[in-house]
């Protein structure tokens, strides 16, 4: 069965903290994103992650691949209240053909 | 440039009406994918298309559910006799092969659609 699993499913941080969200996949993946979504809004790519080992940095994010471990993680640095919002890890199993399948997402909340 | 569009944005609907939704991709995207997001399910994928391929069909829930795409572009989602576990928010994402197929799915703000 191809599936995606989100830890934590919530998470209530302090700005300023650092937190970790984690991503696990059921069986070999041909890549990995990570999506954020506003309330009442869209999904916004994040990052792409292709190979084993891949880390990606935009801001405050940081994004790591581990195909062995079927891993990934996306780490928030010093948080800020704007980052508060939904984020989703999907994935494109190689048996899957092109669709993304999600995992449940993690709704994050920032506080000052 | 343009972003994916979809409309109508919101949909009322009563139950066992058709719906359908419409679906503009970015221009020039070859690949065109229908989701729908609700509580109970998360996000799921329902269809796939890919230039004059046959459609990737395989996550519709129901033969109550069809799209097609016309031209290579624009795709209409279609469901008969709407049910009140028909409500979600659809959402359209378009893509454009890259090369090392590192291709990312962009979507659209989503129809949200309520059955009464």
């Known amino acids: 069965e191809l599936k995606v699993e989100q830890n934590p499913l919530f998470l209530s941080m302090q700005e300023g903290k650092n937190y970790t969200i984690y991503c696990n996949y059921s069986?070999?993946?041909?890549?990995l994103y990570w999506y954020r979504q506003d309330p009442g809004k869209s999904l916004e790519s994040l990052f792409v992650?292709?190979?084993?080992?891949a880390v990606k940095q935009e801001g405050r994010l940081m994004a790591s691949l581990d195909t062995k471990a079927r891993l990934s993680t996306l780490h928030i640095t010093a948080a800020v209240h704007d980052l508060s919002a939904t984020y989703f890890c999907a994935v494109v199993f190689v048996q899957g053909a092109q669709k993304l399948v999600f995992g449940q997402g993690t709704r994050l909340t920032i506080n000052p | 440039g343009a972003g994916v569009s979809q409309s109508p944005s919101n949909k009322v609907t009563e139950k066992g009406k058709d719906v359908e939704l419409r679906c503009d991709p970015i221009?020039?995207?070859?690949?065109l994918y229908w989701y729908r997001q609700s509580l109970g399910q998360g996000l799921e994928f329902l269809i796939y298309f890919q230039g004059n391929s046959a459609p990737d069909k395989s996550g519709l829930p129901s033969d109550r559910f069809s799209a097609e795409r016309t031209g290579g572009s624009v795709s209409t989602l279609t469901i008969q006799r709407t049910q009140q576990e028909d409500s979600a928010v659809y959402l359209c994402?378009?893509?454009?092969?890259?090369?090392?197929?590192?291709?990312?799915?962009?979507f659209g703000p989503g129809t949200r659609l309520l059955v009464l």
């Open positions: 992650l292709l190979s084993n080992g």
């Open positions: 069986t070999t993946s041909d890549r």
């Open positions: 221009s020039g995207h070859t690949a």
């Open positions: 994402a378009s893509s454009s092969r890259l090369a090392g197929g590192a291709e990312t799915q962009y």
